[in-house]
């Protein structure tokens, strides 16, 4: 049972917008940023959005974040097939790192 | 260009230890918190513990409080993780990871080396 709270899937057209969930409490999410990470079948994790909506350098403009309390969400927009994917939040919580279970993200 | 490659991982029975290490390159180490994280087959991210940049912080998963040490040298650039008391369900991939900013621990990963397999079977 993870800490942050993810759909397990998600699935969505080429072309499409998505969005993935992630729900804290007050002791993470609430009072600290989210950070997003991306991984690709095989692959390690890869940072995608940091400080809750940043985007790191090289991250196309079509995937974005938020927060809002204790809740935060990434969005996908202009689904591509390379965009099939494990996605994972990520919070400071007290004196841990906690991640959600993860979603994994379906084109169709 | 920043790397971190992971080594020391292999097939180890339970109950017994295992140390992890992790070289890293491209960047000051001395500067950074590191983290380990690990991955179970199968299953999602777990973050295991971090370490301040001058290792005087750590902070660890409850799932290993008491069974694993992470520790550094600043020296070498070098990042380990100790690990004893091995149970199966320590069996996963483990990353070693670099804190996003300079001299923090709560800024969360920037970047991952590939991981290393632990396999706790008897």
């Known amino acids: 049972q993870s800490v942050l709270t993810q759909p397990p899937s998600v699935s969505g057209a080429p072309g499409q917008r998505v969005t993935i969930s992630c729900s804290g409490s007050s002791s993470n999410i609430g009072s600290n940023t989210v950070n997003w990470y991306q991984q690709l079948p095989g692959a390690a994790p890869k940072l995608l959005i940091y400080?809750?909506?940043q985007r790191p350098s090289g991250v196309p403009d079509r995937f974005s974040g938020s927060k809002s309390g204790t809740s935060a969400s990434l969005a996908i927009s202009g689904l591509q097939s390379e965009d099939e994917a494990d996605y994972y939040c990520a919070a400071w919580d007290d004196s841990r790192w906690v991640f959600g279970g993860g979603t994994k993200l379906t084109v169709l | 260009q920043v790397q971190l490659v992971e080594s020391g991982g292999g097939v180890v029975q339970p109950g017994r230890s295992l140390r992890l290490s992790c070289a890293s390159s491209g960047f000051t180490f001395s500067l950074y918190g590191m983290h380990w994280v690990r991955q179970a087959p199968g299953k999602g991210l777990e973050w295991v513990a971090v370490?301040?940049?001058?290792?005087?912080?750590?902070y660890y998963a409850d799932s290993v409080k008491g069974r694993f040490t992470i520790s550094r040298d600043n020296s070498k650039n070098t990042l380990d993780l100790q690990m004893s008391s091995l149970r199966a369900e320590d069996t996963a991939v483990y990353y070693c990871?670099?804190?996003?900013?300079?001299?923090?621990?709560?800024?969360?990963?920037?970047?991952w080396g590939q991981g290393t397999t632990v396999t706790v079977s008897s």
């Open positions: 370490i301040s940049y001058d290792g005087r912080d750590k």
């Open positions: 990871a670099k804190d996003m900013y300079q001299w923090a621990v709560t800024s969360g990963v920037d970047v």
């Open positions: 400080t809750n909506n």
